[in-house]
């Protein structure tokens, strides 16, 4: 009997280790009327500014063709390098998370054509290809980390993370301890993965952690609140659009680059409707 048990129990752990590795995307669900109040009453703020943010997940030679979810959030190596190379020939200024910050507080000045490379989830392809390609262009990028993840099948190590942080080029923003959607989550328990995934990763990389992503870009008020109360200074969410302000400084609007290259990237950056401002058409929350 013993033995039975000894093997059901590390057959359980090993199952809910391979689930675990692959972070669970649950079905998209439309935009809360609530949420789409704070982007319409942040539309009109004063202090508007044009910095646009690309959020990026996988960027890997996909092998298995089959995983649809993983398919639609990848982007090649050679594709990113490019997008890239465009923004750098184009005269883009690279900002972290932390310098956009440091923009909405007057404590530093705009350049004139500002972009942000965001990445999500804290995946080892972020090591392996993505972050050559930063430094072969000197172009800066955040990188939001799953603190309980790290170490895990197919994410960085704390090593790696370390030494990225270290290098300068990367700020190291946190996503929670376990990814999970914030909207309608307990109090109790939403200050915990956001506050744990702090000090976590500030252990780590032994710098403060002051730029936050909410996972599958769920969020409310609630989460708006612990995040500010626990020092971070922006967060980014998933609804589309290129101005920012501090009326919406805890919601940052990103754009997916879809694999655009040259002139249909530049194009997606210097986009002009009204989507720009994140106050029309929105996309699902918690498609990733």
């Known amino acids: 009997m013993f033995f039975l048990l000894l093997i059901l129990v ?73 997008e890239v190379k465009t923004l750098a020939d184009a005269g883009y200024s690279f ?29 080892s392809d972020f090591y392996v290809d993505v972050y050559p390609i930063l430094k072969k262009y000197h172009a800066a990028a955040t990188q939001y980390v799953i603190s309980g993840m790290i170490g895990a099948v197919d994410h960085m190590t704390a090593g790696e993370i370390a030494q990225i942080a270290a290098d300068g080029l990367v700020e190291i923003g946190a996503h929670t301890v376990h990814h999970v959607g914030l909207r309608g989550l307990p109090s109790a328990r939403s200050q915990t993965e956001i506050l744990q995934s702090k000090w976590q990763l500030e252990q780590i990389i032994n710098k403060r952690v002051v730029s936050f992503a909410y996972p599958y870009g769920s969020f409310d008020a609630q989460a708006i609140s612990v995040v500010k ?39 997606l950056l210097d986009w002009k409707g009204e989507q720009s401002r994140g106050s029309q058409t929105f996309g699902p929350m918690g498609a990733e």
């Open 229 to 267: 109360a626990s020092g971070f200074r922006t967060a980014v969410s998933t609804l589309p659009g290129l101005v920012q302000s501090p009326a919406n400084r805890f919601f940052l609007f990103r754009l997916r680059p879809g694999g655009r290259v040259g002139k249909a990237l530049l194009n």
């Open 10 to 82: 590390t057959g359980l752990a090993f199952w809910a280790g391979m689930t675990w590795a692959r972070v669970p995307t649950p079905a998209p669900a439309p935009v809360p009327a609530d949420i789409k109040k704070l982007v319409a009453d942040s539309a009109s703020a004063s202090g508007q500014i044009k910095v646009p943010i690309l959020m990026f997940h996988y960027v890997e030679y996909l092998q298995n063709k089959d995983d649809k979810t993983r398919l639609s959030l990848d982007t090649s190596p050679a594709t990113f390098d490019l």
């Open 95 to 123: 900002l972290t998370a932390a310098d956009l910050a440091d923009v909405l507080d007057n404590k530093k000045a705009l350049p004139e054509r500002p972009v942000l490379l965001t990445f999500d989830d804290g995946y």
